[in-house]
Structure formats: C-alpha cells, structure tokens
C-alpha cells in the first residue's frame, strides 16, 4: 500500500515564504484599507515583511511541509 502524501495548507502557502536560511517570513493584514486614521510610523512598519516567531514556527512548519 503507497504512502499517504501530506497535503500542503493552500492558505498557509499563500501567506508565508520560507528563506534561504530557514525562517519564515510574512506580511501582516490590514495594511490596505483606512489608512488615515492610522499614524505614519504604523503604515512605514506595515509595508516590511516580519518573521514567524520562535514558538510559533513548528505550528506554521506544519501547514507546509513541502516548503521548509
């Protein structure tokens, strides 16, 4: 009997990049939408990409196997 695949989390793969190094990056949400209540530093911070934290990275590893 063949192996069953482990199947990637198509959400998850849209929304994270594993690096050259390993870690996972991502971008945070609600940058698009009422951007002029919200100070300029917020939007600057906004628009670079952050990593997935330590404790949260085996969680985040495991929606998508095939990447890492």
Sequence with gaps: MAKVKMKTNKTAAKRFKVTAKGKIKYWKGGVSHYNT???????RQSRKAKYVPDNLKAKVAALIPNDV
């Design 37 to 43: 209540k919200k100070s300029s530093k917020r939007k």
